[in-house]
C-alpha cells in the first residue's frame, strides 16, 4: 500500500463526515474551512520540514510518490485536510450544550 | 536533549490552552464537545498513523530530540501530543477564521449600525453577524427571547 492509498481511506472517512455535517447542520461554512487549509497547510509546510530535517521520522522511498514540498512527502498535507475535514464537521454533528442557549451565554459565545 | 521536542509541543499546546481561555474558542465554548472532537480527532489520526506505520510507510526516526518512549511499535509518545497540537489548533484557529469573517460581512454589508446602536458597541457587531453564524443552526433571526 503506498502512501497515497492509504491517506485516500482515510481522507474517505473525514469527507464523509464533511458532507454528512454539511446536509444534517448546513454547516461548517465553506470560506473558514478554506482559509483555515490554507494557514494550516503553511504552517505544516514549516513544521513538517524541521521535523524530518532534525529527524523526527522517516519514509519508505519506495511507498512514497516522490512529490515533495522542500524536504516534505507531499502526501503528508493530507493530515491537514483531513483535520479539517474531519473535525469541524464532527463539532457540528454534535448536539451544542443546551446551557449555552440563554442570551447572555451566546453572546459570550461569540 | 531529549525530552527537547516534547518540551516543544507542551509549551505550543499551552498556547492553544491560553488562546482557547482567552477567546473562549474551543473547551472555554463547549467543553464536553470539544472534549468528544478532540479524542475522537486523535484516535483517528492515531490510527492514520498506525495503518502507515503497519504498512512500512514510515517509521520514527533516529533522533536524540524525543524521549525514547513508544505508546506502539514505531509510534513514539510525542506523537500523540503532536496530534493534540493538530487537532487543538486546528479547531481554535476554525472558530477564530469562521467568527472574524462572519464579523467582517455585515461591516461590508453597511448595516452594522442601525439596530444594534442601542445594545453598545459589542453587541452590534454581534447581533448583525449573529444572522450569519447561527444561520445554519436557526432559520429564525436573532432574536434571543426566542430561543427555546
Redesign the interface.
Given at each position: 500500500?503506498?502512501?497515497w492509498t492509504?491517506n485516500a481511506?482515510?481522507l474517505a472517512?473525514?469527507v464523509v463526515l464533511a458532507i454528512g455535517a454539511r446536509v444534517a447542520?448546513?454547516?461548517?461554512?465553506l470560506?473558514?474551512?478554506a482559509?483555515?487549509v490554507l494557514?494550516?497547510f503553511v504552517?505544516s509546510a514549516v513544521f513538517d520540514n524541521v521535523m524530518?530535517a532534525?529527524?523526527?521520522?522517516?519514509?519508505?522511498r519506495d511507498?512514497?510518490s516522490g512529490a515533495f514540498l522542500g524536504i516534505a512527502p507531499l502526501e503528508d498535507f493530507a493530515?491537514v485536510f483531513?483535520?479539517?475535514l474531519?473535525?469541524?464537521a464532527?463539532?457540528?454533528l454534535?448536539?451544542?450544550?443546551t446551557t449555552?442557549?440563554?442570551?447572555a451565554a451566546?453572546?459570550?459565545?461569540? | 536533549m531529549g525530552i527537547l521536542y516534547l518540551l516543544g509541543l507542551l509549551v505550543a499546546l499551552t498556547g492553544m490552552v491560553m488562546l482557547d481561555r482567552r477567546f473562549r474558542l474551543f473547551f472555554w465554548q463547549d467543553a464536553r464537545r470539544a472534549a468528544i472532537v478532540l479524542v475522537v480527532g486523535v484516535l483517528f489520526f492515531l490510527a492514520w498513523d498506525v495503518s502507515g506505520i503497519t504498512a512500512g510507510i514510515f517509521f520514527r526516526g533516529e533522533t536524540s530530540f524525543m524521549t525514547g518512549i513508544l505508546v506502539a511499535t514505531e509510534l513514539p509518545l510525542e506523537e500523540v501530543f503532536f496530534l493534540t497540537l493538530l487537532c487543538y489548533l486546528t479547531m481554535n484557529l476554525f472558530e477564530a477564521v469562521a467568527r472574524m469573517l462572519a464579523h467582517a460581512r455585515p461591516m461590508s454589508g453597511g448595516n452594522a449600525g442601525a439596530g444594534g446602536a442601542a445594545r453598545g458597541g459589542v453587541s452590534s457587531g454581534d447581533e448583525s453577524s449573529g444572522g450569519v453564524s447561527s444561520g445554519g443552526v436557526t432559520s429564525t433571526g436573532p432574536r434571543p427571547g426566542r430561543r427555546p
Open positions: 500500500m503506498t502512501y492509504l481511506l482515510f472517512v473525514a447542520r448546513r454547516s461548517p461554512r470560506l473558514p474551512l482559509v483555515t494557514v494550516l504552517v524530518i532534525i529527524g523526527l521520522v522517516g519514509y519508505n511507498l512514497i493530515y483531513g483535520a479539517v474531519l473535525l469541524p464532527l463539532w457540528y454534535l448536539p451544542a450544550r449555552s442557549r440563554t442570551p451566546r453572546e459570550e459565545r461569540r | -
